[in-house]
């Protein structure tokens, strides 16, 4: 049953500390998602990549957030230093560009807690 | 940075109503629609999609109406259930540039 892995699933931490949150993506799948969700800003994107390559991070607060990909079958989002407004659910999706768009599909997230 | 306007932002139908969510995007470059269903504590997963030279898409209760002219897309589910109770998001993707764009959801409950 191939899915998206993401770790942590939950993450509660301090003002200040570095955070960094993983996927696992479908093998096979050449592009990769990384979304934030929030009551008020529904599904945020914050990067993507194809084939390894970021395409477009520009969703992410530059100062303070990371995202790459060592390889593929991993993608990381960081945040260094955290702060409390970055609470939020964290998705990654990955997908195939290989003929039709066709879908995402998506983790089930990681829930961080800035205190 | 949003770019695909999604309402209502929480809908409550009786079982068996139709439930009618709207959306709206700004970039003609968008060349696929889909939306998805999410239910708590879950990712979101691929409910319908559709494509804009077509105008309606239809699968079980579930049916997609677009009007590209309009630059707007809706989802209708038809006989709505208890089961059917989640956040809907319609989105809007891109195929230049890979980009794939979310609405602001909408949480439907639908009361037995």
């Known amino acids: 049953d191939a899915r998206v892995t993401q770790t942590p699933r939950h993450k509660v931490t301090e003002m200040g500390q570095e955070v960094t949150m993983r996927c696992q993506p479908i093998l096979g799948h050449n592009t990769v998602f990384w979304y934030r969700q929030t009551m008020m800003q529904g599904l945020e994107l914050l990067a993507y990549f194809r084939n390894r390559a970021p395409l477009d991070d520009s969703g992410m607060p530059k100062d303070r957030f990371s995202a790459e990909m060592p390889d593929a079958t991993l993608a990381t989002l960081k945040i260094q230093p955290s702060e409390p407004r970055d609470s939020a659910v964290y998705f990654c999706a990955s997908g195939r560009t290989l003929g039709v768009p066709g879908e995402l599909f998506f983790g089930e997230g990681s829930r961080l807690t800035v205190l | 940075q949003q770019q695909v306007k999604q309402s209502p932002q929480s809908l409550i139908v009786q079982k068996g109503g139709i439930s009618i969510i709207n959306c709206a995007y700004e970039?003609?470059?968008?060349?696929?629609f889909p939306w998805y269903q999410q239910f708590p504590g879950k990712g979101p997963a691929l409910l319908i999609a559709?494509?804009?030279?077509?105008s309606e898409k239809k699968e079980g209760r579930f049916t997609i109406s677009f009007n590209k002219s309009a630059k707007q897309f809706s989802l209708h589910i038809m006989d709505s259930q208890p089961g059917d109770s989640a956040t809907y998001f319609c989105a809007a993707f891109h195929s230049g540039t890979y980009k794939y764009i979310f609405g602001t959801g909408t949480r439907l409950k639908v009361l037995a």
């Open positions: 970039n003609t470059a968008f060349d696929y």
């Open positions: 559709i494509r804009p030279d077509v």
